[in-house]
């Protein structure tokens, strides 16, 4: 089955600086890489994603980088404010268009700490 | 994204006890549902995935006598702890997946706590 690794587990950051969690994957078969950030006690949400035909993708503040060959992918904050710091996770799925349900694997999470 | 609404956020019940938890997709009907599971300061590990009219599957290591899952309806998932102990306490989060639209969006969590 799929095996997704995260980096670091923990990351401290000026406000203002950037902050970058990087991942890798095991199946080369995987085609959706989805980045989710988690409050306290809340369920995770979807910050940014992307499939496995584009390298890059955009929006904001926040980028992510796909490297198919080598099976990694990166989540970039820019200009990182208090209000960023949570939990964040990366994962990986084969997503089906069609309508089949695979799986997503999770990483084990990164708790960013934005300072002021 | 598609919409997600999970009930009860939080609960406490005695040993022993039942507790059931709903999943309902507001906008979209799905035909899979998947349940996690959270411990504290650790990932989301999936338990099973729910399946409308038909059996969940469930993931290596998940006893599927003590998480009941129940997916009647297309926008209705439930997961049921039965006899809970204590080493049952966790967060229990519901995901739905739109392929190709909105990936998949999870319900806000439910805390179960077991005394």
């Known amino acids: 089955g799929e095996n997704v690794e995260q980096h670091p587990s923990t990351l401290s950051v000026q406000e203002g600086d950037s902050a970058v969690i990087k991942c890798t994957y095991s199946?080369?078969?995987?085609?959706?890489f989805p980045w989710y950030k988690q409050e306290l006690g809340k369920g995770p949400q979807l910050i940014i994603d992307i499939r496995s035909n584009v390298g890059e993708k955009k929006d904001q503040r926040i980028a992510v980088t796909l490297n198919k060959t080598a099976k990694h992918f990166s989540l970039h904050i820019t200009e990182t404010q208090p209000e960023d710091s949570a939990v964040y996770f990366c994962?990986?799925?084969?997503?089906?268009?069609?309508?089949?349900?695979?799986?997503?694997?999770f990483g084990k999470g990164t708790l960013l700490t934005v300072n002021p | 994204g598609a919409v997600v609404s999970q009930h009860p956020s939080r609960v406490i019940c005695k040993s022993g006890t039942s507790v059931k938890i709903e999943c309902r997709s507001l906008d979209f009907q799905a035909t899979t549902m998947f349940w996690y599971r959270q411990f504290p300061k650790q990932s989301l590990m999936l338990m099973a995935t729910?399946?409308?009219?038909?059996?969940?599957?469930?993931e290596q290591g998940v006893e599927k006598d003590k998480f009941l899952i129940n997916h009647a309806s297309l926008t209705l998932s439930t997961l049921t702890v039965t006899s809970a102990h204590p080493e049952d306490s966790s967060f229990y989060i519901c995901?739905?997946?739109?392929?190709?639209?909105?990936?998949?969006?999870f319900g806000s969590g439910t805390r179960l706590t077991v005394v």
């Open positions: 199946d080369s078969a995987s085609n959706y």
């Open positions: 995901s739905v997946n739109r392929p190709g639209i909105y990936g998949y969006t």
């Open positions: 994962a990986a799925s084969r997503e089906n268009s069609g309508g089949s349900n695979y799986k997503l694997t």
């Open positions: 729910s399946n409308e009219g038909s059996k969940a599957t469930y």
